[in-house]
């Protein structure tokens, strides 16, 4: 068990560009989360997969952002001609069964400049 | 829906004080709650959960949490605290039986 794993740790992005994350999940974790935070701030959620469904969209992914999970292992998540307000932390989370909690991966950190 | 509320934005001791980190919540029916820690640039670590057992819980690094359900808190507790503690702290609870909701944290400040 070598934890949840995200790539890059960091990314700074021209605005108008696409980007794409990528997060690894604990190998026996059927939950994957994806959340975004912002400087003070506390995570806020984007979306949900149980194995390689997507079951729940927030309504701040809009329609430039879209994640994926192929064959329920790791998971992407792309934005889509960037903007500035994209600039944020990004956490990929992993577990179980919800009542366990969460296991974080360490973030991407996005900058659109 | 379910939420939570954290009570102080920034909570500042001395090393060696105690630590108490103040959490309430809102919810229609027995919640899942937890702590979890955040230093600089790092994710998520959790603390401890409650999950409709024991009401007082013990988390790792010293840190315990006790279930009020009369008072609908949550709060945090370290009984001295340890320079390294000094980071954000975030006390989400379960939603919708799907996902972690977050509140806006707490900074806890060590002073040596």
């Known amino acids: 068990d070598t934890g949840v794993s995200q790539n890059p740790r960091h990314k700074i992005t021209k605005r108008g560009q696409n980007v794409t994350f990528r997060c690894d999940p604990i190998?026996?974790?059927?939950?994957l989360y994806w959340y975004r935070q912002t400087l003070g701030q506390g995570p806020e959620f984007l979306t949900y997969?149980?194995?390689?469904?997507?079951?729940?969209k927030s309504r701040l992914l809009s329609d430039r952002f879209s994640a994926e999970r192929p064959k329920g292992s790791f998971s992407t998540l792309e934005i889509q001609r960037t903007e500035q307000g994209d600039s944020a932390m990004y956490l990929c989370?992993?577990?179980?069964?919800?009542?366990?909690?969460?296991?974080f991966g360490s973030g991407t950190r996005l900058t659109v400049v | 829906a379910q939420s939570v509320t954290q009570l102080d934005s920034h909570v500042s001791v001395s090393e060696g004080t105690p630590v108490l980190l103040r959490c309430n919540y809102s919810s229609s029916y027995s919640p899942s709650l937890f702590w979890y820690v955040q230093h600089p640039n790092k994710g998520l670590q959790l603390l401890l959960k409650?999950?409709?057992?024991?009401?007082l819980v013990k988390g790792i690094n010293g840190f315990e949490a006790e279930f009020k359900k009369s008072e609908t808190s949550f709060h945090l507790t370290k009984p001295s605290a340890h320079m390294s503690d000094a980071a954000e702290y975030f006390c989400p609870i379960i939603q919708g039986a799907q996902k972690l909701v977050f509140g806006q944290g707490t900074r806890l400040t060590i002073n040596p």
């Open positions: 409650y999950t409709s057992a024991a009401t």
């Open positions: 997969f149980q194995n390689e469904a997507q079951l729940e």
């Open positions: 989370a992993s577990s179980w069964g919800q009542r366990e909690g969460y296991t």
């Open positions: 190998s026996e974790h059927n939950r």
